[in-house]
């Protein structure tokens, strides 16, 4: 089965530092995604990564960064967290190919205070 | 853009009741489509997938028929257990990129 980990499970910034997520998947796939999940809003990408040092923006990168040195590893940073980023974030990953699945992580509940 | 519409939950249902989650979608070209299920504190799991037009995906008592003539990918089961209470996500595979409905969440009683 495929294992996909994000390191922390419930997480408590506060505003304007510099936050890290990390985001570990155990089955050598190439793609890799970070979303946040909001009630009412379903699950919007944030940024996604095709290969190692590749990255491409979602539809929110505004923000965060993300960094994929090594394949099976894909860390999401916000520069400077705000109150409005409190949210679920979800790290997912895939073997490229269009009739394959996503597989997620547990998520990541960070509160910036 | 490609978009995918769901139903506002909550469904509430009593045991053994059928179910019915709608859900349709606008993409160009042919995408593949999912359901995806999210239990109270853990990340999403696949559900089901259909990857071309009249495919029906099932899975755990689940069923859904991909329709491209109303461009709808309906969420089915017979008979619903309380251990199926979640929330459940539509998803299309656009290019590179899945997009997902906003999810929704349904409440079995006994």
């Known amino acids: ?16 530092e510099k936050v890290f997520l990390e985001c570990v998947q155990d089955m050598d796939h190439e793609n890799m995604f970070w979303y946040r999940q909001d009630p009412g809003l379903g699950l919007r990408l944030i940024y996604f990564s095709y290969d190692v040092k590749m990255k491409e923006k979602g539809d929110i990168p505004e923000g965060y960064s993300v960094s994929r040195e090594k394949k099976e590893r894909f860390s999401l940073i916000l520069e400077s967290a705000s109150t409005n980023q409190t949210s679920m974030y979800l ?8 009739r394959e699945a996503l597989h997620f992580g547990n998520g990541t509940r960070l509160t910036v205070t | 853009g490609d978009s995918v519409t769901q139903m506002e939950g ?3 249902l009593s ?6 989650i709608n859900c349709t979608y606008t993409a160009t070209g042919y995408p593949s489509l999912f359901w995806y299920v999210q239990y ?9 997938k259909a990857t071309k037009a009249d495919d029906k995906g099932s899975n755990k008592g689940f069923e859904a028929t991909y329709r491209k003539e109303t461009t709808s990918f309906h969420l089915e089961k017979g008979s ?8 459940y996500f ?7 990129k899945l997009v997902f409905g906003t999810g929704t969440r349904l409440l079995v009683s006994p």
């Open chain 2, 90 to 96: 539509c998803a299309l595979r656009s290019f590179q």
């Open chain 2, 40 to 48: 109270p504190g853990e990340g999403l799991q696949l559900l089901l």
């Open chain 2, 15 to 20: 045991e053994e009741a059928f179910l019915t």
């Open chain 1, 91 to 98: 790290c997912a990953s895939r073997l490229t190919g269009a």
């Open chain 1, 1 to 16: 089965d495929v294992k996909v980990t994000q390191s922390s499970r419930y997480l408590v910034k506060r505003t304007g």
């Open chain 2, 10 to 12: 909550p469904v509430t």
């Open chain 2, 80 to 87: 619903v257990q309380v251990s199926d209470s979640a929330v």
